[in-house]
Every structure is written in structure tokens, then in C-alpha cells.
């Protein structure tokens, strides 16, 4: 299958940098950006941009995607209530089948905003990644020693299966839910795992301050330390929040080239706190963006995450120039990619993976055209995503999916698991 | 004109309650909302509303619209070097036409997320008047003794003109840009204006604690109060901003039945601060929405308000209880109606003003529907905005405009004014 796109705008985020002219898809892969494209015919399909934007589709690199059940229950309840009033009572009751259902809905909301990759964490790895690729969506699945996983083989062969073939959709990493409800047999479990694999580690950490004052009363030092001193981030990795890392954290994160994942929907949503952007971005550390759950987001869209993180920046600006736009893409893009191994689907670029989205500039929060970048971060929605390719396959166009399954039965699949959750959580089946 | 949106879910606004039922336009006012909609047939158009949502359009309670060609302009600049060395550069060399063709791209993007009702200031309040009648949008202009207004009757007369007709689209108010940019013989004369008209008055109003310490250093006072003790706020009105009030000036909001105007996004983007708004809910002050100008937001956007307000009121909380969902959305639509005089447009209800939108629940951001009315607010996006009424004409209809002009021509007009004033201010005409 071979796709031109024609006729565009194309921010390759190697640089900020918008240049006119076309880009050629050859199956899953880019093989040509400029104007010189005939050369690179027949095409299966000829797309005129309009002037439209290409770019590297966004990297949501935290996700519980099967959450979405959840989405809009307890909604003013506290993260404690939430958590163990609302949220355990019902994921007790999941069965494999529940998730598959469940994630599609998410990833239909993923397309929308351009979410063309999901570092994902939930229940049932085979199921996770049974969805994924039937949707046709890119996913690293986090796998820990909960949820179902309890031998240390099963762990390592999880890596090694969707590890193995470095073009496939979905991929594997070695992770913690977190240090509190890890015990030490558990820490140590995944550490061997970490050794037999070689995989980057990534955990929940320093969401709030609750947490971080547990973890020194029970391990006299902060969690990103305690795992950090326990060799988890041998291999890198990083952490996912990392609202209240101490300077000397945030500084092993700086050293050993860890990533913090950062939330900030899903930590004003939960009250958790703000992260302090700037000052993890003036030292130099990669930082990555995820949408948390839609439990507690509760949408799934990276225009709101990169907005909510630009203003944290600009309401915590002391003396510091503002983070510059640009660099709130690369955290949705480029940085990402780096957190989630994705090397090949980071950039656009003649080899990388097809991972692409088209954004209308046509429309009026565009208007007039005096800087895209920054319209894009300040003013741009997921409105403007107007094409979501994937791997090669455009999957979402002019706000009509292109997949495999009617929306009707994917909805219909995950309200039955809905409704049978809910009734499951007040004994009612 | 006679419409019938049947089959629809309908929040009125009047309380949280979603009814299920069909609704009436006649003209411009609703006339009927039930399930018995046979008799007020027969209808010129009939459209199935599949079970979406048809709610209040919202009210925009502070916007400057034709500041959008300053859109993308010094983005990464402070409010002193984006004020003086980009804005006034260029405000200086607008022309009347210039507002119209540039207003009417502001108001295609008011649409877009079903702001039905804009509080507008600017300058050439006829041309401003004219822009909105032409296009059809709900609007209060402001009107100061800057920006050519120069004599008390021109602002008397501007007032009895516009607000002579309750149903026009167009009405007046009158203003101050904000204390420190008026000298006492503007505040004297805009008191004298007051009292002729019986107006409601707004301004901007610490915004800044700049401007708070100037004030200060001035009239021994901060501005609300310094305002408030010129009499200017006889006949009600409120301020803009309000991101700095002290708690005395806060409860002279309150007793005065005075409206704050938020606007977080622009608060977020110029650096000026969070809006204290868990305080100003709990005091029991009307507090409306307001996206500000597109120079300093950059969006006109309210479910990027909506969303911004309810994060700072998550991340303020302390042993309070979150302000419920539903709250944001009145202040998004009744209180701003409120504000703004329109006690016709502000919930759904027999008489009064069809100023509708119709939300898109089929998207997957709002599935499952365990409660529209969070997800609207947590999750909601005018992705779902697949519908805006304003004076029973229905403007914006799934992405489509239905408006007198093409959109080619208003970019084209707004380019050619953005461009001159682009030329002007580098001295290259």
C-alpha cells in the first residue's frame, strides 16, 4: 500500500521548523518527504493536504485505557474514596474479555486527538495486547508482578514475545504499579526481571505527597531513591507523575536519563498537585506526557495536557524565559517516542515508522496563520485532527474511523461490561 | 421559521436534571419543550437529534474578538514587552473595517464550542455593532471614553440606541478599560454616564498585582474598591479578571450582587496568576467565564475554561468539598447571562431566547454515559459541539457554517487587515 500526501505543511519535529511538500508512505513506513515525488509512484491512494499540517502523531506515555468505565463515576469524590469505593470494588470483577471491550472505546478517543501510541498499564497483558493490535493502535504494555503475572518467568517471556520483533505493534516493559503497594519479595522479583531482560523499568511514583511521606516512613527515603537504590533503573526507564520528586530525585532522573512521565490533567482532576515543569525542564530532564486513565483525566486528549502543562509553566515563570511551545510538542512527540523505545516513530523522516497526523489549519482557532507551533499548543484542539495514521493505515479521517468494527458494537461491548461491573460491585448479580 | 429537535436529551440548565423529550423554536424563542411537540406543527425543518444533548449555548462574558490577528504574536513574551512592543504598535493603525473583517473570524471560532453570547471591547463600537448583526452572534459591547468615544452623549447615546430594542442582538454597556489607564476626569465622566443611563458597569480589575500595587500607590486603595467608591458600580456590573481581589473587595462583590469574571486561560497565559475561585464560590459571589482576547489566551475555547477553572479549584481544595461539575457549566451559561443582562438566553425554557447547542454524546470522550454532565466538563470538547442555535438560526451545523459569507472571504479580509497593520507598525507602508 502506498499513500501520497500531497500538497502539505510538515512539522518533521527535527526542529520547529514548517516545510512545504509531500510525503510518501510505502506500507508502514515513510519513504520519501519533499516535492520531487513522482519517482515514488503508482500510489494507492493520492491525499491533497489542502496546505494542511503533517506531523508525528502524539505519544501518550501513560494510559490505563480500559479505565474508561470509570470515566464520570465519583467525580467529586477524593482520590481515596474514589479509589476504594469506586474504582476496586468494580476492577475485582474484570474479566479479560472486559478490557478488550473497554480498550477500544479508549482508543477511538485516542485517534481523535492524534494519540497514535499508548504506553498502556492495566490487567491482562495478552488481552491488552490482543486489542491493540487488532485495533491497529502502537502500545508498549507496562507489566508488573500484580494483575494476574505471578511468576518471574512469565514476566521475562512477556518481554522476550513482544519484544522480539522490533516492527511490531506492541511491545513489552518491566514495571511496578509503585512502591506502596510493592513489598520487598516483589521489588527483588522485578529487579531479576530487570536483569534477565535488560528492560528500562517504569512505576507510578511521587504522585502525591502521601505517598512520598509513606515511603519514608517505611524505607527512610523517597520512593524514586528507594527504587533507584533497590538497581531498578539499571537499564533507564523512568516515572510516572513525579509530582513531588526531591532535588537530589529529580537530579537521578537528570543523571541516569530517566524520564518523568508527567499527568497534569489527571493531577489537578485527583488534586495531586502541580508539577514543577519548570524546573524539570531547566535541568535538562526528558520529560514525556500521558493522559493518566479517564478515570481520572477524565478525557484523553494531548491538546489539553500540553495546554494545562504550558500554563503551569507560565503561572510558575518567576524571572525564566517560558518554556518555548516547540518543546511542549517534542514532550507530546519526540520525548515520548524516547521513553517508549519508540526510536522509529519519533520524528517524520524518510525510514521511520508511518505514525502521522494531519492537522486543519483551515479552521478559525488557526487563524490567522502567524505561528502554527504556537496556535498549536495554545490554540489547537482535537477539532483540527483531521487524519490519524497509524503504522501506515489511516485509521481515523475527517472525523470517520476506518477500522475493523462498527463504533455501535464497541460501544455496545463495553457498556454490557459496564452495566455488568457496576451490578458485580453492589452484589447485585 | 418553525424547528422541531426531537429526540434529544436536554439539559435546561434550570437545575442538573437531563430530560429526555423534543423542543420547540418559533422564530427566534422556544416554544415548547416535551414529548407532545405534534400540535405545534406543522415545522420547516425537523431534525433528529439521536439522543445528543441540547443545552444553552455559552456565554463568552469578556472577550476583545478582533484582537485575533495579534493571535501567535510574541507568544513567548512577557505582558510588558506583548502589550507595548506588539499590541498598541499595531492597535494604532486599526480602521473600523479592520475590526469587522476580523471579528467575524473570532466569532466563526465562538461557534466552534457553542459560545453563543460574547460581552465584547474593543474599538469602532458602530462597525463592532454592525459585525455581529451581519454575522448573527448574541453581543454586549462595552463602550469606554477610549477609543474614540469622546463625549459623555456619544456614550449616552450609544447606550439608548442599543439597548432600546430587548430582542436586538446587539446591546451596550457602559465601561472603563481600568482604572490605570483612566485619569479622574474619565472616571468623573463614566460616574455622569452611569447615572444618565442607569448602566451596569464593567472593567478590567486586578488583573495583575502590578496593577494592584499601582492603584495602591495612587488612590491609597486597591482598584475594585477605589471603583466601587467612585460610584461606578451604582447599578451593578462587575469586573474582569479579578484574579487579585482583596477579601474586603470580594465581599463588596458579594454584597453588591457584582459579577467576577474568570478567565483562567488568559490569567494561565499572560502569567498574571490562578483566580482564587474556590473562595470566590464559596462566598456565594456570581462568578461568570470569559475567554478574553485571542492575543492572550490563545483560544476562544470555553470547555478549555470550563476545564482550566475546575483544575484550579481541584488543586486549591483543602478540606472543602470540589465545586460540583455542574456549577462550572452555569457559570459557562446562566451566570454569564446573568452578568450580561441576557435573562432571556440564560437556560432553556419556554419563552425564552433559542440560543441552543446541540453536544455530540456519540463521541468517545463522553462513553460511557455515566454522567453527561462531568464529562462534559472533565471531558468534554467542542469536538462535541455539533450544533449552535443563536436567535433561532442555526449558525454551525456538524463542522459546517451556515452563515451569509464564505469563510475564504472573511480569512481573506482578516489576512489583508492583519497583514496592513503587520506593515504598519514596521513602518513599511
Keep these: ?138 502500545s508498549l504494555l507496562l507489566g508488573t508482578y500484580e494483575h494476574g503475572v505471578t511468576s518471574l518467568e512469565q514476566e521475562v517471556n512477556n518481554y522476550r514475545k513482544y519484544n522480539e520483533n522490533k516492527d511490531s505493534l506492541v511491545r513489552f516493559c518491566v514495571g511496578l504499579h509503585s512502591e506502596y503497594t510493592a513489598d520487598e519479595n516483589r521489588v527483588a522479583k522485578t529487579k531479576e526481571a530487570i536483569e534477565m531482560t535488560h528492560s528500562p523499568f517504569f512505576t507510578h511514583v511521587s504522585e502525591t505527597k502521601g505517598e512520598v511521606e509513606g515511603c519514608i516512613q517505611r524505607h527512610n527515603m523517597p520512593p524514586a531513591k528507594y527504587l533507584y537504590e533497590n538497581g531498578l533503573f539499571a537499564y533507564g526507564g523512568g516515572g510516572y507523575h513525579c509530582v513531588h520528586l526531591t532535588d537530589e530525585e529529580a537530579q537521578l532522573f537528570k543523571d541516569h536519563n530517566l524520564t518523568i512521565v508527567t499527568c497534569p490533567c489527571s493531577n489537578a482532576k485527583l488534586a495531586s498537585g502541580i508539577v514543577p515543569i519548570t524546573k524539570y525542564y531547566n535541568m535538562g530532564i526528558n520529560i514525556a506526557i500521558g493522559t493518566d486513565g479517564p478515570a481520572s483525566n477524565n478525557g484523553l486528549d494531548m491538546f489539553k495536557e500540553m495546554y494545562l502543562l504550558a500554563s503551569f509553566n507560565r503561572l510558575q515563570t518567576q524571572d525564566e524565559k517560558f518554556i518555548p511551545a516547540f518543546e511542549f510538542l517534542k514532550m507530546a512527540t519526540v520525548n515520548g517516542a524516547k521513553a517508549m523505545g519508540l526510536n522509529d516513530a519519533d520524528v517524520l523522516d524518510v525510514n521511520k515508522l508511518a505514525d502521522i497526523i494531519m492537522i486543519d489549519l483551515s479552521k478559525p482557532n488557526m487563524q490567522p496563520l502567524n ?16 487524519m490519524t495514521m497509524i503504522n501506515g493505515k489511516i485509521l481515523y479521517e475527517n472525523g470517520k474511523y476506518n477500522i475493523n468494527e462498527s463504533i455501535e458494537d464497541i460501544y455496545k461491548a463495553a457498556d454490557a461490561a459496564n452495566e455488568r461491573l457496576e451490578k458485580a460491585a453492589k452484589n447485585e448479580l
Design 1 to 138: 500500500m502506498k499513500i501520497l500526501l500531497k500538497n502539505a505543511r510538515i512539522l518533521t519535529m527535527k526542529n520547529d521548523q514548517i516545510i512545504e511538500g509531500s510525503l510518501v508512505v510505502n506500507n508502514n513506513r515513510i519513504a520519501y518527504i519533499g516535492n520531487d515525488y513522482q519517482s515514488y509512484g503508482p500510489f494507492d491512494r493520492e491525499i491533497d493536504c489542502k496546505k494542511n499540517l503533517l506531523m508525528p502523531g502524539f505519544k501518550n506515555a501513560h494510559a490505563h485505557s480500559a479505565m474508561v468505565f470509570l470515566r464520570g463515576k465519583a467525580d467529586d469524590e477524593r482520590q481515596h474514596e474514589w479509589l476504594f469505593n469506586t474504582c476496586l470494588p468494580r476492577e475485582e470483577h474484570l474479566i479479560p474479555e472486559d478490557v478488550y471491550a473497554l480498550n477500544k472505546v479508549a482508543y477511538l478517543e485516542y485517534l481523535t486527538s492524534g494519540i497514535t501510541a499508548i504506553f498502556d498499564y492495566y490487567f491482562f497483558i495478552p488481552m491488552m495486547a490482543k486489542s491493540a493490535e487488532d485495533f491497529g493502535i502502537r
Design 371 to 386: 505561528n502554527i507551533v504556537t496556535n498549536l499548543v495554545y490554540a489547537g484542539s482535537k477539532d483540527n485532527v483531521i
